[in-house]
């Protein structure tokens, strides 16, 4: 009975998951902390887990954690602007799904949404969108095109903030950035990761707001699978800031 009591309190704060103390890393190694948020009545969960020593929140599921979960609050954990970064996990037939992970080092409105698109926190997610277009195929310059989240096409994909022109984006024409629509448009939740460098001189392309800085051969991959609309984003979720 006192065994059973010690378990119903057992507890983990925020702030010692983020320090990553020996108890909080054996807890989650464990598979026992869960992040969850609570929308009208409903709890939706986010499973944590520790990958090369960093935690990894991934995308939030629509179904309530187990009883003997230690739970911690969505905004707890998971920084509410940029700078941070976040990943995206590609697949495609005969390829497992291998991680990107992006750098968003600016606090900007397409940084913050593409936080929110990866955690899941305003319902739309990237995870299980597919890959939907590849522009200047094999030229300097390439890039793939996601994120329609409500569609799958290219066709869609709404912004959920408003302003997207709103502070500081940056010009690019390197392998590895990531950029998007800069204005809110009815696509504006869409983006592209650039695959091959720009010749010099060439026009770099405006609205970046992130770069790839693990995993850029992941993309360059995807972006010769043909077709490719095959290759999808399995997973994503945040890195979470440890102290």
Not at 157 to 179: F, H, M, Q
Request: aromatic residues 6%; negative net charge; contains cysteine.
């Amino acid at each position: 009975m006192a065994a059973a009591a010690a378990s119903t309190m057992e507890s983990v704060g925020a702030e010692e998951l983020l320090r990553l103390t020996q108890r909080a890393r054996d807890l989650v190694e464990a598979g026992r902390v869960l992040a969850v948020q609570d929308v009208k009545g409903q709890r939706r969960h986010a499973r944590i887990s520790l990958e090369d020593g960093r935690l990894h929140l991934y995308s939030l599921q629509d179904t309530p954690p187990s009883p003997d979960a230690l739970i911690l609050q969505m905004g707890e954990v998971v920084p509410a602007t940029p700078p941070c970064e976040v990943f995206l996990d590609l697949s495609w037939p005969g390829s497992e799904a291998r991680r990107v992970v992006v750098s968003l080092p600016r606090n900007n409105p397409s940084g913050r949404q593409f936080v929110l698109l990866c955690s899941g926190e305003r319902g739309a997610c990237y995870a299980n969108t597919k890959m939907h277009m590849v522009v200047l195929e094999g030229e300097p310059g390439e890039c793939v095109w996601g994120g329609d989240y409500e569609n799958n096409t290219g066709k869609g994909g709404a912004a959920l903030l408003p302003e997207l022109d709103v502070l500081e984006y940056w010009r690019s024409g390197k392998a590895g950035a990531v950029g998007g629509p800069k204005y809110n448009l009815p696509r504006g939740a869409q983006f592209s990761i650039t695959t091959k460098d720009q010749l010099p001189g060439d026009r770099e392309f405006p609205g970046m707001f992130g770069e790839v800085v693990s995993g850029l051969e992941v993309v360059q991959e995807a972006a010769k699978h043909d077709p490719i609309t095959e290759v999808t984003v399995e997973q994503c979720g945040v890195l979470l800031p440890q102290q």
